[in-house]
Each structure stands twice: as structure tokens, then as C-alpha cells.
């Protein structure tokens, strides 16, 4: 067989599409010591991927050298397999490149006057020269599969194969904080991201908002180092999208240790829904094994069962410690607290007629809002998590809202006597009951409110939108721009409609009740939030977006309310058909009674 049809049948192995390019070269960049690092790349990769590096370049031989076959400088002998430290070591990425594209190498080490160009076409070089540049590499790919037309016609639309790409990228700007690295599409700039700590890099790499969902994570053992962090419960999601697992800084996918991690989550979130993760795991090389896959991202481990329950044991630990408070405590994180009957309910979509006749208190033979359901099922696992942390009686005392709600709560409304709301903190809103006290979060309560006005209007496609009279232009990054186009229909339908231009969009029509100065901060959060959302989640795109659309213009925090304001807070959200959570599960109030006040009084 000739040398380049080898080539190209082994190229396939290696190279499925271009995010698989971009992988290989990164990887080459980082284990020749970069600490910069630049992705250019070209309509989704289909025209140009190319890869410039600060690290060590190569010297003419060995620049010509590394298109052949085999051709790794990384192991020299048998026992060096069990040592790796570095990403590649079977030497066939670049060959398996020059096979199906054309390639150039630009190359210079430090010690140097001048460095050497090369270029490769079907496998052969072309033309060789020298140059003078910085030392490092610029590796540059074009018309990847070019003589390969099956291939590349099977190549997905430019939207996937450049999420294909950003997620490779992703995976390795987040294994490596202390590379800077930058990633330009079509001229636009999608990534830039400085030399830092391993928090600052996941937030620069997964999006500011990602700061607070942070738990840190910490163990160190003669057999492993677990560092890094998890999402908290109540951003776990149906798909498993954010779950990102190193193992000596290489991304590795692990059924059986993310089960580990799953199972530290047991009790916390809701099943069929997947924990957030970012994990770093150190291990000495010799005790893994990682080269039973082509593509490598999969892994065993000598050690599994122990690092299993360490993991598992390590994350539990660090879940406990971010929430151990007790009880009513108005700083809290209210994760903990999200109502575990509803998490047995379906994911459907919440309809919205509403019930003009529907008096929420005029129902007094119903269970209250307060009632626990089914504690037994839930306490084991809770309890669990904070064994030696807190007395378990602590435990008894949360309050759980149950989602099997009606009136009796409010019995004690019907009195004629007008009942006094109060406000603390600017944050929650007080009002008494027959037997205690209702504390509504006003915040978390609005979104509920505005969610299902949201939703609401989108069914009926009633009268949702106002026309701006000076139609309001506004310029979007690239990524942006995509997501943009994407949603658009989505958005015409929520109210907010949009033309495309050059460089982002002209904003006609408005969602009724959305303040025009406000729109731009809108719109922008809307976007930002669809590219964190993961298509495989199973809401639709209308139900994220309202949701999205409800947070962002509720009632914050530190808002001061007026008498009547927050008395029609209160009045609305039990108009709601889920008044006691908020559109991400988070309770809306808490109730306080008179057994809880004996409690304290003991
Ligand atoms: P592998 O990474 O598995 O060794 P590759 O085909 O990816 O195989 O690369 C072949 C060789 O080319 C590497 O072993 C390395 O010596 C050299 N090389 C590739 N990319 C770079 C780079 N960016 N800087 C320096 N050397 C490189
Ligand atoms: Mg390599």
C-alpha cells in the first residue's frame, strides 16, 4: 500500500472533523512548554485551523521529521510508555494531518538565528525555507479532508462544528490555567483568557455567572490529589454538560468515577438530573493507564475502588462544609431546602391558565403550604451528609415546602383586619398567619410571578410586543451574533423582534412592560445565558428564555418595597399555579410557626 493511502486510512482515526485538528495541535503547543497560545480558525475549521505557540520549536530536522509516521520525540524507550507526562506520545497526529489537508509549519527553537517554513501537501513537502520569526510554532491547516470528499461532505453544518471546536478548546484552556490562550473565529475574538488561578480560568472559560455556583473541593492522599470544584445542586441539569474531569491536566471522560461524584450529589438533586463538576485529579503516571482509545480521553486506574470512595467521600465533604448552617438562616444558600416531593414530579412545562375565580385562602380544609412531605424519604440522605457536623435534631427543623399546596395557610386572611407586611433587609417580605409567619425571599418570588406572565403571554401570543420608534442598533461579538440568529424565532415570539446586520443587530419591538434603555443588558443576558444552556437539556428554548427573561427583571434584592407593594408581591404569587418555588427550583418562602418559636424558647 502507498505510504499516503496508509496515511489516510490511519488519518481517520485520528482526525474526525476539525475540532479533532484542534485538539491534536493544542496539545502538541502545550506539551512543547507554551505558556501563549493562539486558535485561529476559519468557517468552522473547514478552511483554516491554525495554531501559533511560544514553547520550544524544532530545528530544521526535526521539523521535516515530524510529518513522518511515528515520529514522536516523546518516548525513546519501552519503559517511557509508563511514564507519560506529556498529551502525545503515538507520533501520528501531524502525519495523519498532512495526510487529508495542507499544511504548513512555520518553526524556530530559541537557540537559533532563524527558523525553517515548511510546507506539506499529500504527505510530501513541498518547499522548504528559512525565516525569521519568534521561537515557537505556527502549525497552519487548510481545506481539511480536501482530497477526501466523502469526508468532508460529511462534516456538519459550521454552527456544531465550531461548538465542536470551542469545546475542545474549552476543555483544554481549563486544564491549563497557567497558559494564556486566545481563540479567534472569522476575525472575532471568542476567548482571550490571561495566565491565572484555576477559579479565575473556570469562570473566564465557562462565564462570569459560573463564580457563585462554585464548591470547592480539596483531598490529598498518597494515591491521588482531588482539586477543583462542583456546581452546586441546584445547578445540576438533565444533560452533562458541565461536567469536566482531569486526570493529570488531561481531560478524561469516566463513567465510573463520575458515578462517584453522582452519588456524593445522592439525595441533593433531583433524579435524572446530572451534578456540575470541574476535577482535577493527580496521579503518579505509571498508575494509569490511558492509551485504550484512539482519541484518548478515557482512562483505568490501578487504584479505582480506592479513588472511588475518596472522591465520593471528598465531595460530601466539601458539599457539607458550603451549607452546614441549620435551620432558618436568611444568608443561606437556599439549595438545600428545594422541595423534594416536586423533584419526583415530570419536567413539564407549566401551563398557564389561570383561574379567575381562584382564591387562594379561601380553602381551609386543604393541607398547608408548610407541610413536609414524606420526610422519612428524604432525611436519610441528609442526615448522612452532615453526619458529625450538627446535632440531627437540627435536621427536623428545616422547613420543607411541599408542592401539594392550597389554602389553609392563609385561613387566617379572611380575617377583616387588614394584615401588616414588613420587610428586612430589603430582601425578604414578612407577613403573619394564624399560627406564625409566612417569610416570602421578594427576589426569588417575582421570578416566579413574572415566569408564568412570561409564559403566559407566549401560549396566547397576545399583544406581546411594542414597536421602538427609533429601531435600536447594537453590535455583538461573533459567538454572539451566532446565538442570535439561532434564537431568533424564540425571541420574536417572547417579543423582543430583530433584524441581523453586518455586525449584530437592529433591534424594532420590544416585549410590553421591558423599558427600552433596559434592552440592550436584556438582550445580552439572553444570549449569554442560551450559550450556557445545553440543547440536549430538554427545556425548550422558550422556557429557558423566560425563564432568563423573569430573573433578570425581578425585584432584587436590597429593593425597597412600599406597604402596597409588597402586599401585591405577596397577592400575586399566590395567584401563581407554583407559587412556592421559583422557576429554578428555589423555594419562594419559608414559614415560621408557633412550634418552631416553642423551640427556641426551651
Ligand atoms: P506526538 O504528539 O504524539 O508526539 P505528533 O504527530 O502530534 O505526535 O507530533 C510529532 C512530533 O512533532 C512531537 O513529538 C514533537 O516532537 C513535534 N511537535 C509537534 N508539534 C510541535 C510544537 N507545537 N512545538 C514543538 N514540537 C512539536
Ligand atoms: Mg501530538
Same mark, same amino acid.
Given at each position: 500500500m ?15 472533523r ?26 468552522a ?17 526535526d ?19 509508563f ?6 506520545? &503515538? ?61 468532508r ?8 462544528e ?8 474549552q ?47 480539596h ?10 470544584f ?15 474531569f ?65 472522591? &465520593? ?13 441549620p ?12 422541595p ?21 385562602f379561601?380553602n ?9 412531605s ?16 450538627k ?64 409564559? &403566559?403571554?407566549i ?26 440568529q ?21 433591534l ?23 450559550d ?71
Amino acid at each position: 500500500m502507498p505510504d499516503h493511502v496508509a496515511n489516510q486510512i490511519a488519518a481517520g482515526e485520528v482526525v474526525q472533523r476539525p475540532a479533532s485538528v484542534v485538539k491534536e495541535l493544542l496539545e502538541n503547543a502545550i506539551d512543547a512548554g507554551a505558556d501563549q497560545i493562539t486558535l485561529v480558525i476559519k468557517n468552522a475549521g473547514k478552511t483554516l485551523i491554525q495554531v501559533i505557540d511560544n514553547g520550544s520549536g524544532m530545528n530544521a530536522v526535526d521539523a521535516r521529521l515530524c510529518f513522518a509516521r511515528h515520529a514522536t520525540s516523546k518516548i525513546k524507550q519501552a519503559d517511557d510508555l509508563f511514564q507519560l507526562q506529556t498529551k502525545g506520545f &503515538r507520533g501520528e497526529a501531524l502525519a495523519s494531518i498532512a495526510a487529508i489537508a495542507h499544511v504548513s509549519l512555520k518553526t524556530k527553537i530559541a537557540t537559533a538565528e532563524q527558523g525553517v517554513r515548511l510546507v506539506i501537501e499529500g504527505s510530501a513537502c513541498t518547499k522548504e525555507e528559512a525565516i525569521v520569526m519568534n521561537s515557537g510554532t505556527t502549525v497552519t491547516v487548510k481545506n481539511l479532508f480536501y482530497n477526501i470528499p466523502a469526508r468532508r461532505n460529511f462534516l456538519k453544518g459550521d454552527h456544531i462544528e465550531l461548538k465542536h471546536i470551542i469545546e475542545e478548546f474549552q476543555r483544554v484552556a481549563l486544564a491549563h490555567h497557567a497558559i494564556a490562550f486566545k481563540m479567534v473565529h472569522n476575525e472575532a475574538d471568542l476567548f482571550h483568557v490571561l495566565a491565572s488561578n484555576r477559579r479565575q480560568r473556570i469562570v473566564a472559560i465557562l462565564g462570569a455567572k459560573t463564580n457563585e455556583k462554585l464548591v470547592p473541593v480539596h483531598e490529598e492522599t498518597e494515591i491521588v490529589t482531588v482539586q477543583g470544584f462542583v456546581l452546586k445542586p441546584e445547578f445540576a441539569k438533565k444533560s452533562r454538560g458541565d461536567q469536566y474531569f482531569f486526570v493529570n491536566d488531561r481531560f478524561i471522560k469516566s463513567p465510573y468515577l463520575n458515578h462517584a461524584i453522582a452519588a456524593a450529589f445522592e439525595g441533593l438533586i433531583k433524579p435524572g438530573y446530572h451534578p456540575g463538576y470541574v476535577l482535577y485529579l493527580s496521579v503518579p503516571p505509571q498508575t494509569i493507564d490511558i492509551n485504550i482509545h484512539p482519541t484518548k480521553t478515557e482512562i483505568k486506574f490501578e487504584e479505582e475502588k480506592s479513588i472511588y470512595a475518596l472522591l &465520593r467521600a471528598t465531595i460530601k465533604h466539601g458539599l457539607g462544609q458550603f451549607n452546614i448552617a441549620p435551620v432558618i438562616d436568611f444568608d443561606r444558600d437556599a439549595t438545600l431546602e428545594t422541595p423534594y416531593a416536586y423533584a419526583q414530579k415530570p419536567g413539564s412545562m407549566p401551563t398557564i391558565e389561570v383561574d379567575p375565580g381562584f382564591n387562594p385562602f379561601a380553602n381551609p380544609e386543604s393541607k398547608a403550604y408548610s407541610q413536609r412531605s414524606a420526610p422519612s424519604e428524604r432525611e436519610p440522605s441528609w442526615s448522612s451528609l452532615y453526619v458529625g457536623l450538627k446535632a440531627e435534631e437540627d435536621f427536623q427543623s428545616i422547613e420543607f415546602e411541599s408542592d401539594e399546596v392550597t389554602g389553609q395557610l392563609f385561613d387566617t386572611l379572611e380575617d377583616p383586619a387588614p394584615k401588616i407586611c414588613f420587610q428586612i433587609q430589603n430582601k425578604y417580605v414578612i407577613t403573619s398567619l394564624k399560627n406564625g409567619l409566612i417569610v416570602v425571599h421578594q427576589n426569588l418570588a417575582h421570578r416566579r410571578i413574572l415566569y408564568e406572565r412570561f409564559l &403566559r403571554r407566549i401560549t396566547m401570543q397576545d399583544g406581546v410586543s411594542q414597536q421602538i420608534l427609533f429601531p435600536q442598533e447594537f453590535a455583538l461579538s461573533a459567538a454572539q451574533t451566532l446565538t442570535a440568529q439561532n434564537i431568533m424565532e424564540s425571541m420574536d415570539s417572547m417579543g423582543f423582534v430583530y433584524k441581523m446586520n453586518s455586525d449584530g443587530i437592529i433591534l424594532e419591538a420590544l416585549p410590553l412592560g421591558v423599558p427600552q434603555h433596559e434592552a440592550k443588558d436584556i438582550i445580552l443576558s439572553l444570549l449569554d445565558n442560551e450559550d450556557q444552556q445545553d440543547p440536549q437539556e430538554g427545556f425548550s428554548q422558550l422556557d429557558v428564555m423566560a425563564r432568563a427573561l423573569a430573573k433578570h427583571m425581578a425585584i432584587k434584592s436590597g429593593q425597597i418595597l412600599a406597604a402596597e407593594a409588597q402586599e401585591h408581591l405577596i397577592n400575586e404569587l399566590f395567584a401563581c399555579k407554583e407559587p412556592s418555588i421559583s422557576p429554578e427550583n428555589r423555594p419562594t418562602f419559608v414559614t415560621l410557626d408557633s412550634s418552631d418559636f416553642d423551640k427556641k424558647f426551651n
